[in-house]
């Protein structure tokens, strides 16, 4: 039986299981130049917030009534493309189905004896390559200077504060547990971890990690975790925003701390962008991901959740932080 | 009879010119390697508002007693220097003096056949270097793209928006007053001006005059001004911190929105900088600023008053905009 999950209602604030609904539809047949695809991995992301939303950006929001689309990796069941054959297994953007067809347009072959099906949605897909792109793009990492990471035991800093590591950084993390901090601190390799709960001032902490002060910054969080950071930023300061998961489910734009005073003083540079960005240059990211993988520099740390029925719950569990590293969805 | 302008205290929000005091002091006779120097121009800038707040920033505070100092030309009246003789005028950080001693370093030689001497403190010197850099380096202008500058007729804004219509942008400026907005256009050639007094919504106002939104936003201003361009960012769109006089004279550092959503959405960077980041470059940039002024390209704009005893207010009234273009007091 084939199975959809639909956008039912844009959520209001933090998405509910309420907000989706899934649908029975027919299974499709692949026509001349497609294949039929059977879902085994889906990408939740915390991005995907902003496309429920109906507001232009980066890209085009989802309709209400229509499926959702994430980043998965399925396999070809039954080919009529000339170039995949039954067996292949190709990753890009498709939508929440258990099985679909396509022209396989945008889509690429993964190599499952390469690394395993999941690590093509987080260390060497997406959530790799933002890692990889921000920190050496935008951060400007140089040996010896301090990184400071958010969202450190998500799929997005566990990555970046590894390749911090590999860079000769000190590297400092900020997570939401004690099992997360000790996580960062023996699997990653991160210098310190800052538990943004058993903290009183999050700006003390930070400081007293790194009393010389942040030269670079990757944000995943934003709100008051990228206050904290700025009020030890250094001068010359790279902040990569990333993300803002803190304010994806907000309703209005929050308030906060003006920034521009920072920034003129400290001769600081702020800079957001998404992974799209560096498109042309992604075989090279993949590549060296790939060797530091195989060299053993790059752990990948997954969340993997079990069956289509849980998509929607492990997306809305991404909020609460219920993911350690990347959260996938098993399908099959 | 010498005199010397000093911090008596540190202002509370809006300096007073209360907070200066002026002492009548010895005339001092230069060393063996010494000039001295009669000061003839003194620049006020908004930046010396920073200096006089007890905090650590890319310079050091005023001392409360000592003399204040900011960009001087002043002329040689005796010299024990071999460099230099009597009757040179150079430029440089000096203190509010009439007459003082100095072992020439870090002041460089200025021709007043080449460019009036205030020039060297205006279009030739920081401000001219500060749009110049500022523009170039951190906004990356390109032909076809949309400049938006705030303090529009100031010192910097001017030959910021000068520059850009040279680089082949479109260009529009805010300022306060409609006076300040027909020099911005009939005087210095920019396409629109806004004048924030008159308009209800700044942001809406930003949208008519550029309905296609903003590519480079030039910032001397902070605050609400910037929260109205970030509503009209472009992707990919750069805004350079150049200055945030609207928030100079706060005593806590004022909220506004949020704006790390907006840099994600629309992979926009923002950067602050002081000009002495780029003074590798300096000797490239007066020779361009040169250039451009002999062509007939940029034109330098100048509030000069008149008096040493004028110093302070000169500076004070840079707060509520009373100056068109750079700001100089003519000593003697």
Chains 1, 2 share one sequence.
Not at 40 to 45: A, I
Not at 153 to 163: E, F, K, L, M
Not at 275 to 304: A, C, H, Y
Request: aromatic share 8%; net charge neutral.
């Amino acid at each position: 039986m084939n199975q959809s999950i639909i956008l039912k209602q844009r959520p209001e604030g933090t998405p509910q299981s309420t907000d989706f609904k899934f649908e029975d539809i027919d299974q499709p047949t692949p026509k001349e130049g497609e294949v039929l695809l059977k879902t085994r991995f889906v990408s939740v992301d915390p991005y995907l917030r902003g496309r429920m939303r109906d507001e232009k950006s980066y890209i085009a929001p989802f309709e209400v009534g229509a499926p959702i689309e994430s980043a998965v990796v399925a396999e070809v069941v039954e080919s009529r493309h000339k170039n995949y054959k039954k067996g292949d297994h190709l990753t890009g953007m498709l939508a929440w189905k258990k099985y679909q067809t396509s022209d396989a347009n945008g889509l690429r072959l993964v190599d499952p004896d390469q690394a395993p099906l999941s690590a093509y949605l987080g260390i060497l897909g997406m959530t790799g390559l933002t890692a990889y792109f921000g920190l050496n793009k935008i951060g400007q990492p140089k040996e010896g200077e301090c990184l400071l990471v958010s969202g450190a035991a998500g799929a997005v800093g566990s990555v970046v504060g590894q390749i911090g590591k590999i860079k000769g950084m000190k590297v400092i993390g900020i997570a939401g547990s004690d099992e997360k901090i000790t996580l960062i601190q023996e699997k990653f390799g991160f210098d310190a971890g800052i538990n943004y709960n058993k903290t009183d001032s999050l700006s003390k902490a930070i400081k007293q990690s790194a009393p010389d002060g942040i030269d670079v910054y990757f944000d995943n969080v934003g709100s008051y975790t990228l206050d904290a950071a700025m009020n030890n930023i250094n001068q010359f300061g790279r902040v990569v925003n990333c993300g803002a998961i803190s304010l994806y489910n907000e309703t209005e734009v929050p308030k906060g701390p003006r920034l521009e005073t920072t920034l003129v003083k400290k001769s600081v540079k702020m800079q957001g962008f998404i992974v799209r960005n560096f498109e042309d240059d992604f075989p090279e990211g993949i590549q060296q991901l790939s060797k530091w993988m195989k060299e053993g520099k790059l752990t990948n740390e997954e969340t993997i959740v079990q069956g289509f029925d849980q998509i929607p719950q492990a997306f809305i569990d991404l909020f609460d932080g219920k993911n350690k590293g990347k959260m996938v969805v098993e399908v099959a």
